[in-house]
């Protein structure tokens, strides 16, 4: 699994477990091991440039996904194709704001984010109740299954 991740927001963040939660996440969904993902973490003026122009949504938001090939979860038997994912944008300062709102540390804040933008990619939405119902169901046994395997985070 090729992950990218650069980090251009100018906030000191653990981007070694950001890679691991976007790999553990990839691979609950069984995408192919040859997928390759981007993700850049940018600060909130740069965020809010691309809220606007791709969202047409006034200021900046805490992740934006950008899919490139369409690729959507497989199974043990049928992994995902490999192919290009696509890349998925985070603002450490948004998730820091969230991050103290909920009461948890921004790491948590942004792995929750990475993982939600990595669903994003393979297909998933949360416009209407059904599929938000799926999506956070699927986000929340991603991360709860990622904090058990490496002891806290």
Excluded: Y
């Amino acid at each position: 699994m090729s992950i990218e991740l650069n980090n251009e927001s100018g906030v000191e963040v653990d981007e070694g477990a950001i890679q691991r939660l976007a790999a553990f996440a990839l691979d609950t969904m069984h995408v192919h091991a040859d997928a390759e993902l981007a993700i850049v973490l940018v600060d909130e003026g740069a965020m809010e440039q691309l809220h606007v122009q791709w969202m047409d949504e006034p200021g900046p938001t805490d992740v934006l996904s950008f899919p490139m090939d369409e690729l959507r979860p497989g199974t043990e038997d049928d992994p995902t194709p490999a192919g290009l994912l696509g890349d998925i944008v985070l603002c450490p300062q948004v998730a820091a704001e969230q991050a103290t709102t909920a009461g948890h540390p921004t790491i948590d804040e942004l792995l929750l984010l990475t993982c939600h933008g990595v669903l994003h990619l393979l297909g998933f939405d949360h416009a209407e109740p059904d599929e938000k119902a799926e999506m956070f169901g699927i986000q929340g046994e991603i991360l709860t299954a990622f904090a058990a395997q490496s002891g806290s985070r």
